[in-house]
């Protein structure tokens, strides 16, 4: 099976790890973004998906526009069964898509029809779901509208980090995504629509999202702050500094506030600092100080004065420079 790879991202190396390795496939393509400018110094660096290609010295295609007249001549002249697509970050034209003799196959991290879109993993933490995984489907023009080939469910743990469930299902993508090729392969996939009356949007997260609204549940906040770490980060403000929050566990869940939501509420020396939300109260175990490193809350109360009594910034409080 003729296979030509899409993709870009640390999400996506897993899969194209395994299809390295795997005897019944011929990786005859790496599609994947040009280089990106980083850093301070704004040089170029190359994607996940192309050190890897590089590695296995794959023959490999960064083009600006996937979608291209040069672009899809390349592809054509490739002439693969299957395009594979995982976090590529370029939309196929119809074209591409009708291109490969077996289908585009679209590697996704929700329980479609839920969490289509470019942000599924964050929002799933964000909005406290219990549950998510992995689909494969036949693409199509639609956003992750198409036909579904396998699913695979998997149950998210309590204090699991948008970190943490990135590496679990970019693993667990890799394995779906070989036995849907193997299905294909043996005439034996499925094609099963999906109800779009059941279907959710997870928009990609941006920075901004990340600022604690400490009106908001301690449930909530914890699960914000989880859904953000490590990137881009939940934060709140403490003497007109930005403070990244990391770690956190529900002190009381029901305690309504006597007090101004965001206030610090008591010091545990040994654990970290009590702050009341909205509708309960959080124990703060991780921070970061602006332009510092990440440290444990008892690190942070050694150095800083943080005392009972102080208001932490909310959403309202304190507007981003």
């Known amino acids: 099976m003729d296979v030509i790879f899409m993709g870009t991202p ?14 019944f496939t011929d990786l005859i393509g790496v599609v994947t973004q040009p280089d990106r400018p980083r850093g301070r110094g704004q040089k170029l660096h190359p994607s996940p998906v192309k050190k890897e290609a590089l590695k296995e010295d794959l023959t490999l295609l960064q083009p600006e526009d996937i979608n291209s007249s040069d672009s899809v001549a390349k592809l054509k002249e490739l002439n693969p069964d299957v395009i594979v ?23 996704h991290a929700s329980l479609l029809p839920k969490y289509r879109g470019s ?22 023009e639609g956003l992750d509208t198409g036909d579904m080939i396998l699913q695979e469910e998997v149950e998210i743990t309590s204090e699991e980090t948008v970190g943490q469930l990135h590496d679990r ?12 090729l193997e299905l294909i392969k043996s005439g034996e996939a499925e094609r099963i629509p999906q109800d779009d009356r059941k279907a959710t949007y997870a928009q990609k997260i941006n920075k901004e999202e990340g600022r604690i609204d ?3 549940s301690a449930y909530e906040i914890k699960n914000l702050i989880r859904g953000m770490n490590p990137w881009p980060g939940a934060y709140t403000f403490y ?19 006597s ?6 509420v008591d010091i545990e020396a040994e654990s970290g600092f009590i702050v009341q939300s909205g509708e309960g109260q959080l ?4 921070v970061q100080p602006e332009n510092k490193q990440r440290m444990s809350a008892n690190d942070f109360l050694r150095g800083y004065d943080l005392q009972e009594g102080t208001l932490l910034a909310t959403d309202q409080d304190q507007n981003e420079d």
């Open 239 to 257: 003497n007109d500094n930005r403070l990244k929050v990391w770690g956190s566990k529900i002190y009381d869940s029901k305690t309504k506030p």
């Open 283 to 286: 124990l703060i175990n991780e």
């Open 169 to 180: 299902l970019a693993v667990l993508g890799a394995d779906v995504l070989i036995e849907t």
């Open 85 to 107: 697509v995982i976090a590529y970050g370029q939309v196929l034209d119809n074209e591409i898509l009708e291109l490969p003799k077996l289908g585009c196959i679209n590697v």
């Open 10 to 23: 640390d999400f996506a190396v897993p899969t194209l790890k395994r299809l390295i390795k795997e005897e």
């Open 259 to 264: 007090v101004i939501p965001g206030t610090v």
């Open 119 to 140: 942000g599924p993993l964050h929002r799933v933490l964000i909005n406290g779901e219990e549950k998510t995984g992995i689909t494969t489907i036949y693409m199509e």
């Open 214 to 216: 400490w009106t908001a």
